[in-house]
């Protein structure tokens, strides 16, 4: 049995900075997210309310991102032998359901202000929204720094960079109603927020449900993997391949190798290892070595 694992290096002292600036970036997006609602109570708007629940999503996508490198800094018990790295899986989940059924609200609503629109406050909504630009331009300021160096911090990056674009559909809405009083361009925007949600949370629906069923990474061809295994020299046959996710950021591969000869066994775990590693990119490698006699006679025993 062979195992090995290793993760992208980062220091200690630029995980302690990323995790000050998402933090940062995070309670920001909260505080606004909150007067956000309110100024969407206030004044009317659905677009407000509709870029609220967008905010959400940066929200979830930073609290994700501190989640990672905290809960991965914590050591493996032997209860919980990967330590509390699916729990970042488990929080995607819960967002990614909260956010649709934010969404589908934010649809009927903008459906039922089609049909009978109600007043809309011009100047506070656009008071509230460009304190929104502002805040998610700071945010995008503490953030932009470590989006180079930290995939959890790019991904927070992109979060608040889209809500920033959200901030500006609101301003336009409310220009647009403070100069012509077409208040149908709140429900428009706001509606168009909402549906911009839609595919980004649909996606992180569909990620979290594959990894927490185990599916194969979608950049791992699994057939390939097995296929360049088996040409590997004294490897008779490759079985019980399996290739799963983790975490975000960290997947695992298992199979058994069956070989000519077992004297060969560490040359061939090491051209395996090498072979996962170089070509697909994985690190955390487990590989049992089987004799071909034996694996003939589990085959008759099974019989």
Request: hydrophobic share 50%.
């Amino acid at each position: 049995m062979h195992g090995s694992h290793s993760q992208a290096p980062t220091t200690a002292s630029a995980a302690a900075r990323h995790k000050r600036r998402m933090a940062w970036a995070l309670g920001l997006t909260l505080t606004y997210m909150a007067a956000e609602v309110a100024g969407g109570l206030i004044t009317g708007s659905l677009a407000l309310l509709a870029d609220a629940a967008h905010m959400m999503t940066d929200a979830g996508g930073l609290a994700l991102a501190l989640m990672a490198i905290r809960f991965g800094e914590r050591p493996a018990t032997p209860q919980r032998t990967y330590g509390y790295l699916r729990a970042e899986i488990l929080s995607a989940l819960a967002n990614a359901v909260v956010l649709l059924v934010l969404t589908i609200y934010i649809l009927y609503e903008a459906y039922r202000r089609f049909v009978d629109p109600p007043e809309v406050l011009g100047w506070p909504m656009l008071l509230v929204a460009a304190v929104g630009l502002a805040v998610n331009l700071i945010s995008m300021r503490l953030l932009s720094g470590g989006s180079s160096e930290s995939l959890n911090v790019q991904g927070a990056y992109f979060e608040v960079l889209s809500d920033m674009l959200g901030s500006l559909g609101v301003i336009v809405a409310a220009l647009v109603i403070m100069w012509t009083g077409w208040e149908l361009a709140d429900p428009i925007i706001g509606a168009g927020i909402g549906l911009f949600i839609v595919p980004r949370t649909w996606n992180l629906l569909r990620q979290a449900t594959h990894i927490l069923l185990e599916g194969a990474p979608p950049r791992v061809d699994v057939g390939l993997m097995e296929r360049g295994i088996a040409t590997i020299p004294g490897v008779v046959a490759v079985h019980d391949l399996h290739v799963w996710t983790i975490t975000s950021g960290l997947d695992a591969m298992s199979a058994h190798v069956t070989v000519q000869d077992t004297a060969e066994g560490i040359r061939v775990l090491r051209d395996v290892r090498i072979l996962v590693k170089e070509r697909f990119g994985i690190d955390h490698i487990t590989v049992q070595v089987e004799d071909e006699g034996l694996r003939g006679t589990e085959k008759a025993t099974q019989v």
